[in-house]
């Protein structure tokens, strides 16, 4: 048996996790079922989202290579101790637990979750309106970092160092032009503007009349709201409904125009793979979502349906959306808002399964349409056993992306980013739950990769103007 601990600093500190009372039970499971113990790995994590896909223990086969299968058991510290984790891997090792499955097998990134995840952002305002917040509510500390007006002064100045220099040269295009992918409540986009005119007037540089600012975002809610908050800037700015993860088929007329990409908690709510490397063998992790027997017989008793017909009232949302979900089925659902609930309820109970399966030569494989599985090597065998996000939206994203900026532009990104490998190695990273939208953080080693294949040069650091947190600053810029 191998057992890998993840979260090591976690055995340490003024309160250290008391590993036996986790290790223990799990192994005298393993020894009371009769499972072969050389077939087992043991991995234990801190999933640090309250709200997850995942269990206090999970069981995932790992697929033979010709040979015998092999089983992961999962463990996660921060509930194991308030549950009774060997009742529960018994339990699963024992006997086909009760549970209602809303797909087959499937990659990550095509698994029903991102149909929840598109939902949230195409039908927010309906969501909004049963919990009686806003999205941003949910965030860390209620807020983005991304309205931080330091942070924009930052940005506006360095922008009008490189105009300066350009003008000089009668190099600079008449419209200056600046992108803003996922744009929020608007809040972001207004610092900036206010900054940007403030500092601009101070100088006398009228570059203000020449700015053209485009904010863009999935979400159609979303970009209203962001259009109120910088109704005061309304001639400079212009907006649009686009898919983050192919910018440039929206946006073609810009490329090698744009100064400035901002991008703020976008990368870390795109669709995502995983893939493994243990015992020196490669993986792909399958999923599959359900809901756990219980929740669905709850659900399907409050509706007067049987649990047989939840599969297809939950496709039936992801497609038509809660309002036509009323309209079609009102016998379920009196109302939109009653359609409301059944997704949050619906959403609150969704679990994934996973597998790993043997993934035969990186270079049948494709992140994106343009970059190839054997991008992933150098991270896969960088050194011991590791599970990684592939980050497909926003590797696609980023890269696409990279084609807009003007030869003096550069990408500005706030995000999650895992900055090394060693923090795929010993810490959890998704996915989690934030609100009704799903959230995974972003593998920068791989990104940083496809940006150097490209000609520019990927930093990443710690947002300056926050002491705490989580958010990294990404920066990308044509090499010199």
């Known amino acids: 048996m191998l057992i890998d601990f993840r979260p090591h600093a976690r055995l340490r500190g003024k309160r250290p996790v008391d590993l036996g009372t986790s290790l223990l039970p799990v192994v005298a499971a393993i020894l009371d079922s009769g499972v072969d113990m050389s077939k087992v790995r043991l991995v234990f994590d801190w999933i640090q989202y309250r709200s997850n896909f995942r269990n206090a223990v999970d069981i995932r086969p790992i697929m033979g290579r010709g040979q015998e299968d092999e089983l992961e058991i999962a463990v996660d510290l921060r509930r194991a101790a308030q549950t009774a984790p060997q009742e529960m891997t018994y339990s699963l090792l024992s006997q086909q637990p009760d549970r209602l499955y809303l797909e087959n097998w499937t990659a990550g990134s095509d698994s029903c979750i991102w149909g929840f995840n598109s939902l949230y952002w195409s039908a927010l305002e309906q969501w909004e309106k049963v919990t009686g917040q806003g999205y941003e509510q949910a965030l860390p500390g209620g807020e983005s970092d991304a309205r931080n007006r330091a942070a924009a002064a930052d940005l506006v100045c360095e922008l009008f160092a490189i105009w300066d220099q350009l003008r000089a040269s009668n190099a600079l295009p008449e419209e200056l032009y600046i992108l803003e992918l996922g744009v929020g409540n608007g809040s972001q986009a207004k610092v900036f503007l206010d900054e940007f005119r403030e500092i601009d007037h101070r100088r006398g540089s009228g570059y203000y009349r020449r700015l053209v600012y485009l904010m863009c975002d999935y979400s159609a809610h979303v970009l209203d709201l962001a259009r109120e908050a910088v109704a005061d800037h309304s001639e400079r700015v212009s907006s649009l409904t686009l898919d983050a993860t192919q910018p440039c088929v929206s946006l073609a007329f810009l490329r090698k125009k744009v100064f400035l990409v901002y991008v703020s908690n976008v990368y870390d709510n795109l669709p995502t793979d995983e893939v ?193 947190g989580n958010i990294v600053t990404m920066t990308a810029q044509a090499r010199d």
């Open 276 to 468: 493994a490397q243990l015992g020196g063998h490669t993986y792909r992790v399958q999923t599959r979502a359900y809901l756990p027997g219980q929740d669905a017989q709850e659900l399907a008793d409050s509706l007067s349906v049987s649990t047989s017909q939840l599969n297809g009232l939950v496709h039936k949302l992801l497609r038509l959306g809660p309002a036509l979900l009323a309209d079609a089925c009102p016998d379920e659902f009196p109302s939109a808002c009653a359609a409301v609930r059944f997704w949050q309820q619906a959403w609150s109970a969704l679990r994934l399964e996973e597998q790993y399966v043997p993934l035969v030569g990186l270079d049948t494989y494709q992140v994106t349409s343009a970059v190839s599985g054997e991008a992933l090597r150098p991270l896969l065998e960088s050194g011991p056993d590791v599970r990684m996000h592939v980050s497909n939206g926003a590797v696609a994203s980023f890269d696409d992306t990279l084609g807009l900026l003007h030869p003096y532009g550069k990408l500005v990104c706030h995000d999650l980013f895992v900055t090394g490998m060693e923090g795929y190695r010993t810490t959890f990273r998704g996915p989690g739950k934030y609100d009704g939208s799903v959230v995974n953080w972003v593998n920068g080693p791989l990104l940083a990769h496809v940006g150097r294949r490209r000609g520019f040069d990927v930093h990443y650091e710690p947002f300056r103007h926050r002491v705490a």
